[in-house]
């Protein structure tokens, strides 16, 4: 199987840092990549597809890049409400999907 | 809108079988590709892919289903069409899979997908 592995696992910010997330696929997975943010008692909610495709109604300081083995999700200034984990997704084969072990982004 | 409901015991004993049903609404299971998923997470931990359900497959025209291949002994699912109701089986329950279930809509990729709709999820605990 292929290993999804998201760096680092725990991000202390503050509000308006620019941050970035990184997660690192064991083989080539092309583009087949989504990312997710989750916050406490609640469901994933997916926030870009295709390592780079940002879904409708997600603002526009998220951004995704990246193929083959290495991704990344960077969110250009950090509003409150962007404190929760982030997780990425390999999507290359119905037979086998993955999460990354998440990364929480917490309050410096 | 699409809606996805999950209902079932929230509590079960080591050995017993458990029995989720998600009920999708603003979606039809006879409409060809669309796909269904169950996805859990243990308390603190990532979400884990348990299997997906496919209305159709787009050659044979039958239902097609992917089941986690560390599962694949103790897990079945299964759809109601009737119902619109898509069912998750999982066997010989233990307390390492005590945490919340989802029911999830996949959207398709190439040859995979991603998830798009989630319902709100139920707690399942495994303890005697």
């Known amino acids: 199987d292929i290993q999804m592995t998201q760096s680092p696992t725990t991000l202390p910010a503050f509000v308006g840092d620019r941050i970035t997330i990184t997660c690192r696929a064991s083989?080539?997975?092309?583009?087949?990549l989504a990312w997710y943010q989750q916050k406490p008692g609640t469901a994933p909610n997916l926030l870009i597809s295709k390592a780079s495709n940002l879904e409708s109604g997600v603002p526009s300081r998220f951004s995704g890049s990246g193929s083959g083995t290495e991704f990344t999700l960077t969110i250009s200034s950090l509003q409150p409400d962007d404190f929760a984990t982030y997780y990425c997704?390999?999507?290359?084969?119905?037979?086998?999907?993955?999460f990354g072990g998440g990364t929480k982004v917490e309050m410096k | 809108q699409v809606t996805l409901r999950e209902s079932g015991p929230v509590l079960v004993k080591p050995t017993e079988t458990l029995t989720l049903t998600c009920t999708v609404s603003g979606l039809s299971l006879s409409t060809a590709t669309v796909g269904v998923s169950w996805v859990r997470q243990p308390p603190g931990k990532t979400p884990e892919w348990l299997a997906h359900?496919?209305?159709?497959?787009?050659?044979?025209?039958?239902?097609?289903?992917y089941i986690n291949t560390s599962l694949r002994s103790r897990l079945t699912i299964s759809k109601d069409t009737a119902k619109n109701q898509v069912v998750l089986t999982l066997t010989n329950m233990d307390p390492v899979d005590t945490g919340t279930y989802y029911c999830?809509?996949?959207?398709?990729?190439?040859?995979?997908?991603?998830?798009?709709?989630w319902g709100q999820g139920t707690l399942v605990t495994v303890s005697s």
């Open positions: 999830v809509r996949i959207c398709h990729g190439s040859s995979g997908g991603y998830f798009d709709y």
């Open positions: 359900l496919f209305s159709k497959d787009e050659k044979s025209g039958d239902g097609k289903s």
């Open positions: 997704q390999r999507y290359n084969s119905y037979s086998s999907l993955a």
């Open positions: 083989q080539n997975i092309g583009g087949w």
